[in-house]
């Protein structure tokens, strides 16, 4: 069973605010990564890290950022808010080994008002 | 660029064989994956195919690739109501980013 954990589950907030996401794996993979997935539409990665120190944007551009300071949290942050930014954010991580199954934390709804 | 395709829905009758399918166009695809989403969670692999195989099976899932083709499918056998969920298929082709590109998902409905 994969560990992998996401906080919060749920959140809304108001426009402008700065947001982090939180995503933590106590299996030690190396590899990291954020997809956006919007209602009813597939995920699309915005997001990925290769271990600490290392971060690489996706195939769909985003104004999120991240950072990998310890092997096992890779959190996101939103500087500022906007509605658009409105989605389910999901975590996933992987063993370094090449083509090992991605494994996801449960998501964060975020919604922003 | 790559894309991969999946039929938005699919109704089967509770103890029945679903069959859910998925094409891809990136012919330098190395894995295929197929993911369950249930209500409010995030995805939780099934199983997965290298792309020198043709079928795997587990328990009550088989999965067939066609390379020829570039299509992958799922079948449940004896479809439950706890399999009522979306499933995704999935692609890691062989270079660019190290994410997996994904289908928009399947609905499965189960009718009693």
């Known amino acids: 069973e994969a560990d992998i954990y996401q906080t919060p589950r749920y959140l809304v907030i108001g426009t402008g605010k700065k947001i982090t996401l939180e995503c933590s794996q106590t299996?030690?993979?190396?590899?990291m990564y954020w997809y956006q997935q919007d209602p009813g539409m597939e995920l699309h990665l915005i997001h990925y890290s290769y271990g600490v120190n290392s971060t690489e944007k996706g195939d769909l551009s985003s104004e999120s950022t991240v950072s990998r300071i310890r092997t096992e949290h890779f959190p996101l942050t939103l500087e500022s808010a906007r509605p658009s930014h409105t989605s389910q954010y999901l975590c996933?991580?992987?063993?370094?080994?090449?083509?090992?199954?991605?494994?996801f934390g449960d998501g964060t709804r975020l919604s922003i008002l | 660029g790559e894309d991969v395709e999946q039929s938005l829905f699919l109704s089967v009758r509770e103890g029945d064989s679903s069959v859910i399918n998925c094409t891809y166009t990136?012919?330098?695809?190395?894995?295929l994956y197929w993911y369950k989403q249930e209500p409010g969670a995030g995805l939780q692999l099934l199983t997965y195919?290298?792309?020198?195989?043709d079928m795997k099976q587990d328990q009550r899932l088989t999965v067939l690739l066609n390379k020829k083709d570039k299509h992958l499918s799922l079948r449940i056998a004896d479809t439950q109501t706890g399999d009522s969920a979306i499933y995704f298929c999935?692609?890691?082709?062989?270079?660019?980013?190290?994410?997996?590109?994904f289908g928009k998902g399947t609905h499965l409905i189960i009718q009693p």
């Open positions: 996933a991580s992987s063993d370094h080994t090449d083509n090992q199954p991605q494994h």
């Open positions: 195919i290298f792309s020198n195989m």
């Open positions: 990136d012919s330098s695809s190395t894995y």
């Open positions: 299996m030690g993979h190396d590899k």
């Open positions: 999935a692609e890691r082709s062989g270079g660019g980013a190290d994410g997996l590109t």
